[in-house]
T-cell receptor, first 113, second 115 residues
Framework: GENVEQHPSTLSVQEGDSAVIKCTYS??????FPWYKQELGKRPQLIID?????GEKKDQRIAVTLNKTAKHFSLHITETQPEDSAVYFC????????????FGAGTRLFVKA | SAVISQKPSRDICQRGTSLTIQCQVD?????MFWYRQQPGQSLTLIAT?????????ESGFVIDKFPISRPNLTFSTLTVSNMSPEDSSIYLC????????????FGPGTRLTVL
């Protein structure tokens, strides 16, 4: 079945440094890749997404890259701040077969002040 | 953006009983989903709630255990039946307006504890 692998499971960075989270997906029909941030006790919130016809997308300190050939996509957070500390989930979805979204295992990001 | 509410927000239940979770979306949406999230874990898709027809369940989840209703475009329920402690988890409703490329929103979740 469909699968999304996410690495690392835990990431600790110093405030101001960059953080990179990587994901791979198995379903070649996937064409939409959202990233969610989940703070403790709260619901997942979409922070950025990318569609398969785009290789890179940026929104202020957050960027996402996609390599369809390799089935890889990554989240880049620059100039990290303590409030970036949370669990981040990558996900993959497609326009056929029920539109369901499959999530990666999550990355717990710690930003040390 | 779609606003999604769920109730109850949390509950403590006895083994063998059933709990029905309600999900309400503030606008008509095409797709509604139910996820389970164990503490410290990722989101696992239970099923897609289909309006006016039986839900589509993922591997490992069955209708007898997790019956789902979706009578209209803005409302769905998930029942956790014959509960055991292993069912203790957070259950999240999710919705998306159009196709797979539309933003998917989540409800606040229902924290279920089974004793």
């Amino acid at each position: 079945g469909e699968n999304v692998e996410q690495h690392p499971s835990t990431l600790s960075v110093q405030e101001g440094d960059s953080a990179v989270i990587k994901c791979t997906y198995s379903d070649s029909a996937s064409n939409y890749f959202p990233w969610y941030k989940q703070e403790l006790g709260k619901r997942p919130q979409l922070i950025i997404d990318i569609r398969s016809n785009v290789g890179e997308k940026k929104d202020q300190r957050i960027a996402v890259t996609l390599n369809k050939t390799a089935k890889h996509f990554s989240l880049h957070i620059t100039e990290t701040q303590p409030e970036d500390s949370a669990v981040y989930f990558c996900a993959a979805s497609r326009d056929t077969g029920g539109f369901k979204t499959i999530f990666g295992a999550g990355t717990r990001l710690f930003v040390k002040a | 953006s779609a606003v999604i509410s769920q109730k109850p927000s949390r509950d403590i239940c006895q083994r063998g009983t059933s709990l029905t979770i309600q999900c309400q979306v503030d606008s008509q949406v095409t797709m509604m989903f139910w996820y389970r999230q164990q503490p410290g874990q990722s989101l696992t898709l239970i099923a897609t709630a289909n309006q006016g027809s039986e839900a589509t369940y993922e591997s490992g989840f069955v209708i007898d255990k997790f019956p789902i209703s979706r009578p209209n475009l803005t409302f769905s329920t998930l029942t956790v039946s014959n509960m055991s402690p292993e069912d203790s988890s957070i259950y999240l409703c999710s919705a998306r307006r159009q196709g797979a490329s539309d933003t998917q929103y989540f409800g606040p979740g229902t924290r279920l504890t089974v004793l």
